[in-house]
């Protein structure tokens, strides 16, 4: 079945290309599609186009489907072309014409444009309350392993001394900033569409105001044109938000995967974390934490890959945005998963606490012993030379009895203000 069926059939060819794999993404928006159709049933109702006893037919009927969906059962055949289809035909199949007056006002374009921000709305606020739990998590690490130090390094060279309730923290307040780029998206997508039927309106007098209530949208796209040419927008907004996620989560399992490594031996996981080699019984390879960061760095370029399928389109609809579907809404699974096993593995991470016994680290403590000379009223010029000459002359000992104080360093992390950040930016 089909929404655009004007009583003549398409070659097979044609329509296996043109319908590729919305049928399975489908099953994920399907759920959309009915709030949005029973918003707009309710909408038929309110200005006459349906009577009460055909309002009341297709919400109860609409709502049955709505189950079928929560129980998983819901299913969409290859003899429709998409959810709209099977929906419609469902409707029409147990109310006769009352199911077929459900398209009346609307087109599928409108159609998939409000189930798709419906979904991204749900999907958007669920990624913030799966960072929520990260960042949770990362700060109560951060508190744990405060004392702990760690090197830190600059050009992959030692550098400076660092601690793990540095490295939790910063990845947790790095997560403040990637919510601030879901917040952006989630008002880009917060704005109701339907209505806007094939992009150009309808000369039904329908009522938008009660359908943006009716499905939650903060507010409406007033311009039908502009409606349409949200297409691509709101995934793209989407695109950049969780690409931020994916840039923190890369680069944290990165360190990770750095870290596990014997030469560092900074970190270690049980063994049910980690997997092993066919030839060497010694290895304990990061293997959940390279595919974070592979599976991260896809997502980092669903932006422009979206921007490559919508930049050169001119207002008004083309099938180029069927393509969207399928980019945005595996990169939103995916970001999803990565922040559910970031989680749960690092629930159970072992932190060396012996690191900096090891003579090579060293080096990290000449800045704080240079800057002791600083303190005492040496030029820094000075210090920092005489610094190097100990250093090149191996005469080098350093001071390991450091004191950072300042806002932000490891023996002041302000965790309570950055756990107030995060709180205000989720409010």
Known sequence: MKLWDKGFSTDKKIDHFTVGNDRELDLLLAKYDVIASRAHAKMLGKIGLLTDGETKSLVAELNAIASTIEKGTFTIEDSFEDMHSKIEFLLTEKLGDTGKKIHTARSRNDQILVAMQLYVKDELLEICSEIKDLFDLLLQ???????????????????????????????AESLIDDVYFINAAYKVADQNPLGSAAGYGSSFPIDRDFTTKEMGFKTLKYNVVAAQMGRGKVEKATAFGISSVASTLSKMAMDICLYMSQNFDFISFPDELTTGSSIMPHKKNPDVFEL???????????????????????????????????????????????????????????????ILEDPKYDYLFSVDTLNELVQQGMPFRDAYKKMGQEIQEGSFTPKRDIEHSHQGSLGNLCLEEIKQKMEYVNS
């Open 141 to 171: 690490k951060a508190e744990q392993y405060k004392e702990v130090l760690l090197p830190g390094y600059t050009h992959l060279q030692i550098a400076m001394p660092s601690s793990f309730g540095l490295w939790f923290s910063a990845y």
């Open 292 to 354: 974070v960061r592979a599976k991260c760095n896809k997502i980092q370029a669903v932006p422009n890959q979206l921007t490559l399928i919508t930049n050169n389109l001119p207002s008004g609809y083309h099938r180029d945005l069927q393509l969207i579907k399928e980019v945005i809404v595996p990169a939103i699974q995916d970001v999803r998963a990565c922040l559910e096993i970031i989680s749960f593995s690092l629930k159970e991470i072992k932190v060396n606490a012996a």
